[in-house]
């Protein structure tokens, strides 16, 4: 898992297409948390990458107009997330109840 | 006081668009009550994805910004494929829609879609309106994403009660976009250690994609690749950047590029690219990409870097910047000799591929056709296995010579994106080449091209197949042809009378003969001379191929120059 923090201008779609370069790499995103930061706003998120992946994400994300900053951060800033410590998430559990069923 | 619709017609105007392509509908009427006197001239096609389209080939031609118009729901979806080629391309593309009152918003209320969130992931930018009193910032700020960096398409959703209410109008706005962090490093310190690689190679190649084009950076990439004389390739979209004569041009490389250029680049130790994406019909198998190369890329989009490889050496800027940057610094350095190296790539076979195959008078047959044409013309293909013959053929006379959807692979974009070219270029030949599935895809706008009165000559390439689709079937899943006869197809000259466009047809027949007869040859000369709209069916054999070929997934060295 890796956690990455996006700053952006909040424009309108500017929060969706920071994450859809996630989604369209069929990447889930289990933990997204956008809040105001300073003079704009900050999306936090969590997800499960390899290298290739986070440099692609990189540069989408720079894509984005209204983006101003993207980094990775530590998993230690989400200690005080207990949301994070449960069981995860609905998407993720749906796909595999499925893939069983499917392969049943 | 002006109406929204007013409002948004003056800020087209004032951002250099006043030739607009789009199809009315419900929603966007009183953008279309408000056209008359405006200054702005609307092409009325026939269904919105020939609006689109045709705004394509509008931008891609003259390099400016594109404007199609579409009602609500339906009329908004329609687009989108046009919007999707854009992306793929880098178009710029301004797509006004318009959308349900702002109070139904919402509702799922009659052709309302949520267009601004079905385009999220096509656009570089875009807005759905939601007062009269921003219309002019929001026009202004899509022009400007539109045009800047890779360019791109734009959204811009307007409520139809937005369009009909009033309000004082100071005039359109210009738009500063607010500063962010710059990657761009075409500073010396990149030009050294790209000279660097330079001189420890010993078999540099260059590869060049749209982006020399899209940058206006043509007459500083051809010095640059004249002091360098290296072997150099070009992507599909990267033909006629390169002056076709040079020594060490060695034609389009990659899934049906010349065997010397894909031979070359799986060869080299060092590979320059110039505004090129680096997809997967360039590459082949990525991982047996370029094996044994260094990758310098100059690149405008830092998001089309390390893609698909990682290069050592990014540099990310204008090539228009960063080409006249390193080879200014280039000037002041010792180069190896590399002409052994270039007398090897530029020597490998270049023998005509398949010889013997079912595709030579095709081949033959465009290869006439071409040869004909008037030094001031522009090719526009559709996609296929005639647009990658016209590919292979077509000679180039300048940089834009040749428009089509490269990247998105769109079928029916040929024959609206040629309106867009000919209407921009109205003292052009224009040569619109087509397949019998392709043409049927938009196959209405030759309405619009005889309500215009367009000279545009039209070639629809038949074989009575999904050609293409038909000849993996025939390489890559047993000559199982499923789903891919078009053999009841209908009789495309009659369909061409129907709409009042003089057509006739040729066979491989006359063909057979080389050169081909006088009578034959002065028909396509009266074809490509006509002032009026023409259409030719050249019948092609059904199981003709393009040669060569690398299958996909496999490596650029592994391309097929025949049916084994």
Redesign the interface.
């Known amino acids: 898992m890796q956690v990455f923090h996006i700053r952006y201008?909040n424009t309108?779609?500017t929060l969706?297409?920071i994450l859809?370069a996630a989604s369209?790499r069929g990447i889930e995103l289990p933990y997204v948390q956008a809040e105001p930061a300073g003079h704009g706003h900050e999306v936090t998120l969590l997800l499960e990458v390899n290298a290739?992946q986070v440099?692609?994400l990189f540069?989408?994300w720079?894509?984005v107009?209204d983006?101003?900053?993207a980094r990775a951060g530590s998993m230690k800033d989400f200690e005080q997330y207990t949301a994070w410590a449960m069981p995860h998430p609905p998407a993720s559990a749906g796909v595999q109840a499925n893939s069983a069923a499917a392969s049943a | 006081m002006l109406r929204g619709a007013d409002i948004v017609l003056r800020c087209l105007r004032a951002e250099g668009a006043d030739l607009v392509f789009g199809y009315p509908g419900g929603a966007i009427m009183p953008l279309y009550d408000a056209l008359e006197g405006s200054g702005v001239r609307h092409i009325l096609t026939r269904h919105e994805q020939g609006a689109v389209f045709a705004a394509e080939g509008y931008a891609r031609i003259t390099g400016e910004v594109g404007v199609a118009i579409a009602t609500s729901g339906p009329g908004a979806t329609n687009l989108v494929t046009g919007i999707a080629d854009a992306k793929m391309d880098s178009v710029p593309l301004v797509c006004l829609t318009g959308q349900v009152r702002t109070p139904l918003i919402g509702t799922d209320a009659f052709q309302e879609t949520d267009v601004f969130g079905l385009t999220l992931s096509l656009t570089k930018w875009s807005r759905l309106v939601r007062t009269l009193e921003e219309i002019p910032a929001v026009i202004a700020e899509a022009f400007y994403w539109a045009r800047s960096g890779r360019p791109g398409p734009v959204v811009i959703d307007l409520p139809v009660d937005l369009l009909k209410a009033k309000m004082e109008f100071r005039g359109p706005v210009e738009f500063h976009p607010q500063p962010r962090p710059s990657q761009n490093n075409a500073e010396p310190v990149f030009a050294d250690t790209a000279i660097t690689l330079l001189q420890n190679a010993k078999k540099p190649v260059a590869l060049v994609g749209a982006g020399a084009k899209l940058s206006g950076a043509i007459d500083q990439l051809r010095q640059l690749l004249d002091h360098l004389q290296i072997p150099t390739f070009a992507t599909v979209h990267g033909l006629g950047a390169v002056e076709q004569r040079a020594p060490y041009y060695l034609g389009m490389v990659g899934m049906h590029g010349t065997r010397a250029a894909n031979m070359a680049l799986d060869e080299t130790d060092l590979l320059l690219v110039f505004g090129a994406r680096l997809d997967d019909r360039v590459t082949g198998d990525p991982i047996r990409f370029a094996p044994n190369a260094r990758i310098v890329h100059f690149e405008i989009d830092p998001a089309q870097l390390d893609r698909v490889r990682p290069c050592e050496l990014p540099v990310v800027g204008d090539l228009a910047e960063t080409i006249p940057a390193f080879h200014s610094v280039l000037n002041r350095a010792a180069l190896p000799d590399w002409s052994a190296w270039r007398a090897v790539a530029c020597g490998a076979e270049r023998a005509e591929p398949d010889p013997r195959g079912l595709a030579q008078p095709t081949k033959q047959f465009l290869d006439e056709l071409f040869s004909r044409l008037p030094a001031n013309n522009v090719i526009v293909a559709d996609v296929g296995q005639h647009q990658m013959w016209a590919a292979q053929r077509y000679r180039f006379s300048t940089p834009r010579g040749f428009i089509t959807s490269g990247g998105l692979g769109a079928m029916g974009f040929a024959l609206p994106a040629a309106i867009g070219v000919q209407l921009a270029r109205p003292d052009t030949c224009v040569l619109c080449v087509s397949g019998d599935g392709g043409i049927q895809m938009n196959i209405q706008e030759l309405a619009t091209v005889r309500r215009l009165g367009l000279p545009i000559k039209i070639v629809i390439v038949d074989n009575k197949y999904l050609g293409m689709v038909r000849q993996w079937q025939q390489l890559f899943y047993n000559r199982n042809y499923a789903e891919t006869d078009l053999s009841d197809n209908p009789d495309f000259v009659d369909i061409a009378k129907a709409y009042k466009i003089h057509a006739w047809r040729l066979g491989e027949d006359a063909l057979r003969q080389w050169p081909v007869s006088q009578e034959t040859g002065d028909a396509l000369e009266r074809f490509l001379k006509s002032p009026e709209p023409e259409l030719l069916v050249f019948e092609c054999h059904p199981e003709a191929n393009v040669f060569p070929m690398v299958p996909a997934g496999a490596a650029l060295s592994e391309l097929m120059l025949e049916e084994d």
């Open positions: 201008r309108q779609g969706m297409r859809t369209r290739k440099g692609q540069r989408d720079y894509a107009v983006v101003t900053d």
